[in-house]
């Protein structure tokens, strides 16, 4: 998963602009972040690992100039985690140079490359990301066309910004894995992987690139429009990102994210009632969830756990004699759980550690009862689209069934949404959405073999 943001303004600071729209998409992504600009179509990058507030400071940002820029959070999917693969990538061809962010997954990404390498094109990286942009920086056509043909190319997720040509250009895979939406900040336009980060820079939400569209924002501020593939009736927007991906303040094809999901919490008390005396939610992803369920049980809402905000993804790990510190350092429960019968309501179990490490902490605080409830289905295979489930044999939910899964958390009761209540809740049709991971029904062809399946690549110097 990945976030991407992208703007044009001769009036305001573009590079600036970039970092608060990054800041606001930082959590898609805290590998590595990058901004490009563009100044009277001369492109500058500057991209390092860790999070937007580590990679840029005040004197970077103001060697930044420029009427474009796009941005880029990266959490790796495809291609290892180093700097090469930071984003946005440049890559200069033999029709133009484009700098690109890409989020999402390619599944043809290894015969594209194989394609690439054979042909003579060196590839500076290993994510599948310089494979859109070497696409479209060695076609001859004109930059619509070109983009067009590499998007006729391209099988899986994509959603991506792109500098080239002093022009700025959004374009998204003919299904809509990936959110992608388009902004104003009074005349200028932007573009931003969620709506939360137009509306941290002051933009107003404008509606969302659609499916198989091509965006471009020239230099005399014209938003033009193309669809590069035929409109589709049906789409496959993740519904990962409405139970647990984006942020709750949010739209996500016009729906609100935070109302989808205390809607899955109240379809939840409907589905899997229980007899307790406090909802709590594992934050912060559960918690519309719990309220929701809170408000349709009557059960009153306590906080419950605890979360420690500040725990990244590389903090010091515990020796060997603080072991036990495990699932302490991110949570820690309120004394009124004690003698309490709880109701704790998470969005997804992946792999089921962290749920059984809760459930067993809340037993030690004293609770008497944790009937676990979760607004998403049992997750039972991988994604191929840009999100980092884990493999199929880690899925807790993949080869087990509901009560061998509540035997393995240690749960006094488990339930899990159905999936007709997640539709219901996300306010889509089942044919608007992708919902492979939760019934392995793929809306394209996927890679075969498990080493083609995570397309890790080796790589090759330019
Ligand atoms: Fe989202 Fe799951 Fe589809 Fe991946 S497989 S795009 S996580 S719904």
């Not at 992504?29 to 860790?50: C, H, N, T, W, Y």
């Not at 007709?420 to 991971?437: F, K, T």
Request: aromatic residues 6%; negative net charge.
């Amino acid at each position: 998963m990945c976030g991407v943001f992208g703007i044009r303004s001769t009036e305001r600071d573009v590079a600036r602009l970039a970092y608060f729209g990054l800041f606001a998409l930082q959590h898609r992504g805290q590998e590595s972040a990058g901004i490009a600009v563009s100044d009277a179509g001369r492109l500058m990058v500057m991209r390092d690992m860790g999070l937007v507030s580590q990679v840029f400071t005040e004197q970077k940002l103001q060697g930044l100039h420029g009427d474009l820029a796009i941005g880029h959070t990266r959490y790796s999917t495809t291609g290892a985690t180093h700097w090469a693969n930071a984003q946005p990538l440049i890559h200069h061809g033999r029709a133009r140079t484009v700098a690109l962010g890409h989020n999402g997954n390619l599944t043809n990404a290894a015969e594209l490359r194989a394609e690439l390498l054979e042909a003579g094109v060196k590839l500076g990286s290993t994510s599948d990301t310089e494979v859109i942009a070497a696409l479209i920086a060695h076609d001859e056509a004109p930059l619509e066309e070109a983009i067009a043909n590499a998007m006729r190319r391209l099988v899986g997720a994509y959603s991506c910004v792109a500098l080239t040509e002093g022009v700025l250009v959004a374009f998204r895979d003919p299904l809509g894995f990936r959110p992608l939406c388009l902004g104003r900040i009074g005349d200028d336009w932007c573009v931003s992987s969620e709506s939360c980060a137009l509306d941290l820079i002051g933009a107003v939400y404008e509606r969302d690139v659609h499916a198989g569209e091509i965006v471009l924002v020239d230099a005399a501020n014209e938003l033009r429009s193309t669809m590069a593939a035929p409109a589709r009736p049906d789409g496959a927007l993740c519904i990962f990102e409405f139970f647990y991906l984006a942020r709750p303040d949010s739209r996500l094809d016009a729906v609100e994210v935070h109302g989808a999901r205390v809607r899955m919490g109240e379809r939840l008390a409907a589905e899997a009632p229980a007899i307790a005396d406090l909802v709590m939610p594992i934050p912060d992803s559960g918690t519309p969830a719990a309220i929701g369920f809170a408000r349709a049980s009557g059960i009153p809402f306590s906080e419950g756990l605890i979360k420690n905000r500040y725990v990244g993804r590389t903090f010091i790990q515990p020796d060997q004699g603080l072991r036990q510190l495990g699932i302490k350092l991110k949570f820690n429960p309120l004394a009124e759980v004690r003698g309490q019968r709880i109701v704790v309501v998470d969005d997804s179990i992946v792999r089921g550690n962290t749920t059984q490490q809760i459930v067993q902490m809340l037993f030690d605080a004293g609770a008497t009862e944790v009937h676990v409830r979760v607004s998403s289905p049992p997750v039972v295979s991988q994604c191929y689209y840009g999100i980092d489930l884990a493999d199929e044999d880690e899925l807790i939910a993949a080869r087990r069934t509901v009560e061998e899964v509540r035997e393995h958390i240690g749960a006094t009761s488990l339930s899990y949404i159905s999936l007709e209540g997640l539709q219901e809740a996300v306010l889509r049709p089942e044919s608007a959405v992708c919902r492979a991971c939760l019934t392995r029904k793929y809306p394209t062809a996927i890679p075969t073999g498990a080493a083609t399946a995570k397309m890790k690549f080796e790589v090759t110097p330019a």
